[in-house]
């Protein structure tokens, strides 16, 4: 059995790891191929190292300014990395244009060179996740990703539903397995309680509000964030609870850009390490958000989650009743703030119990490549 695993961001990098370690640790042929579609990623080489998993075999300098180029790039990059390694499986995780092109690639090389019985098979970690919200581009992206894919594994039974409603189980395997954030949150908490970043923000446990926002809908309209970095102060002020607030790259170009003024319950940090930013999420109050991934990881931790969106793709967090969806709206943030602090939220395994990666590798060893 011989593995290509395609990957690039850092939530790719950090659910992948456990997998690979596994992979490492069974002696499997695997390789990696990073496709540097964030080109400012200061922060790869850092995950690599904190993980103990091998750096990449292959390096596509693929960055560009279009979808069309970044695509157009990696994906011609990666099928020629295929013809050289001919591996029996592709595994890509997600929704991002990284999992999306090594589908691509991999979809081509399999009609130009394989017959059906040779083909590389392509792998799907975190299928299934729908928000039913077409204006978001990953919601395309895991449509493509799970009809181009062989194999799915799918974090919840809400995911695996999902995937039997579009009949994807006719022509494919499908499985229910977890997500495998589950896995490296157990096996770093020992870690995140050591962690002194609390003490170094001078800040103190469940005394304040964490807050994440990078998506464009959220952050690119200068007027419309303006109001919800002013609607924060105010929220922050009302409960006299003030905001972390570790501004990703994105955010913090619009955000030099306003003509603020100066936001006395809001405090602004540079992006924060891995362990760093596990151990600011376990320990606030209500967490803030506009990522995907911290609905996961909120509910593993047993910590609120305020999600200033509209629409889900990790639907079994609102079923669990530790996620609440706002968008922007003032009135709903408050109402959910005060829900909040009237019902504890525990820890959950609702997306995972530790022990994903370990179940996937599994099925990939039994079955027939």
Same mark, same amino acid.
């Given at each position: 059995?011989?593995?290509?695993?395609?990957?690039?961001?850092?939530?790719?990098?950090?659910?992948?790891?456990?997998?690979?370690?596994?992979?490492?640790?069974?002696?499997?042929?695997?390789?990696?191929?990073?496709?540097?579609?964030?080109?400012?990623?200061?922060?790869?080489?850092?995950?690599?190292?904190?993980?103990?998993?091998?750096?990449?075999?292959?390096?596509?300098?693929?960055?560009?300014?279009?979808?069309?180029?970044?695509?157009?790039?990696?994906?011609?990059?990666?099928?020629?990395?295929?013809?050289?390694?001919?591996?029996?499986?592709?595994?890509?995780?997600?929704?991002?244009?990284?999992?999306?092109?090594?589908?691509?690639?991999?979809?081509?090389?399999?009609?130009?060179?394989?017959?059906?019985?040779?083909?590389?098979?392509?792998?799907?970690?975190?299928?299934?996740?729908?928000?039913?919200?077409?204006?978001?581009?990953?919601?395309?992206?895991?449509?493509?990703?799970?009809?181009?894919?062989?194999?799915?594994?799918?974090?919840?039974?809400?995911?695996?539903?999902?995937?039997?409603?579009?009949?994807?189980?006719?022509?494919?395997?499908?499985?229910?397995?977890?997500?495998?954030?589950?896995?490296? &949150?157990?096996?770093?908490?020992?870690?995140?309680? =050591?962690?002194? $970043?609390?003490? +170094?923000? *001078? !800040? /103190?446990?469940?005394?304040?509000?964490?807050?994440?926002?990078?998506?464009?809908?959220?952050?690119?309209?200068?007027?419309?964030?303006?109001?919800?970095?002013?609607?924060?102060?105010?929220?922050?002020?009302?409960?006299?609870?003030?905001?972390?607030?570790?501004?990703?790259?994105?955010?913090?170009?619009?955000?030099?850009?306003?003509?603020?003024?100066?936001?006395?319950?809001?405090?602004?940090?540079?992006?924060?390490?891995?362990?760093?930013?596990?151990?600011?999420?376990?320990?606030?109050?209500?967490?803030?958000?506009?990522?995907?991934?911290?609905?996961?990881?909120?509910?593993?931790?047993?910590?609120?989650? &305020?999600?200033?969106?509209?629409?889900?793709?990790? =639907?079994?967090? $609102?079923?669990? +009743?530790? *996620? !609440? /969806?706002?968008?922007?709206?003032?009135?709903?943030?408050?109402?959910?703030?005060?829900?909040?602090?009237?019902?504890?939220?525990?820890?959950?395994?609702?997306?995972?119990?530790?022990?994903?990666?370990?179940?996937?590798?599994?099925?990939?060893?039994?079955?027939?490549?």
């Amino acid at each position: 059995m011989k593995i290509c695993i395609v990957l690039s961001t850092r939530p790719e990098i950090i659910k992948l790891a456990s997998l690979i370690k596994i992979l490492k640790d069974e002696k499997i042929n695997f390789f990696l191929i990073n496709t540097n579609q964030h080109y400012i990623n200061i922060m790869s080489d850092v995950f690599f190292k904190f993980f103990k998993i091998p750096k990449p075999k292959y390096n596509i300098k693929a960055s560009s300014s279009t979808y069309g180029g970044f695509f157009s790039k990696t994906i011609k990059s990666i099928e020629k990395v295929l013809y050289k390694e001919k591996p029996n499986y592709l595994i890509v995780q997600g929704d991002t244009n990284t999992a999306l092109a090594g589908c691509f690639a991999a979809s081509i090389f399999n009609r130009k060179y394989f017959n059906n019985d040779n083909k590389i098979k392509i792998v799907h970690i975190e299928a299934g996740l729908r928000s039913f919200d077409e204006r978001m581009p990953e919601e395309i992206n895991r449509k493509l990703i799970d009809q181009l894919s062989n194999i799915l594994f799918a974090p919840t039974s809400f995911d695996l539903r999902n995937l039997k409603k579009e009949r994807l189980e006719l022509n494919k395997k499908i499985f229910k397995v977890g997500n495998t954030i589950s896995d490296i &949150i157990k096996d770093n908490v020992p870690l995140i309680k =050591q962690n002194n $970043i609390l003490k +170094k923000l *001078n !800040i /103190l446990k469940k005394n304040y509000f964490l807050i994440t926002l990078h998506r464009p809908e959220s952050v690119d309209n200068p007027a419309q964030f303006n109001k919800l970095l002013l609607d924060i102060e105010k929220i922050g002020k009302k409960f006299n609870t003030k905001f972390v607030f570790p501004v990703h790259p994105r955010s913090k170009k619009i955000i030099q850009k306003l003509n603020l003024i100066k936001l006395n319950f809001v405090k602004f940090t540079k992006p924060l390490e891995f362990l760093d930013f596990l151990s600011i999420m376990m320990n606030s109050k209500i967490i803030f958000t506009d990522s995907g991934g911290i609905q996961e990881e909120s509910s593993l931790l047993g910590v609120p989650c &305020i999600t200033l969106r509209t629409t889900t793709e990790r =639907q079994l967090s $609102i079923k669990n +009743k530790s *996620n !609440i /969806l706002t968008g922007y709206d003032y009135r709903k943030i408050i109402k959910a703030i005060i829900y909040f602090n009237k019902n504890i939220v525990k820890p959950s395994k609702i997306f995972g119990d530790g022990k994903v990666a370990t179940n996937i590798f599994n099925k990939l060893k039994n079955l027939k490549h």
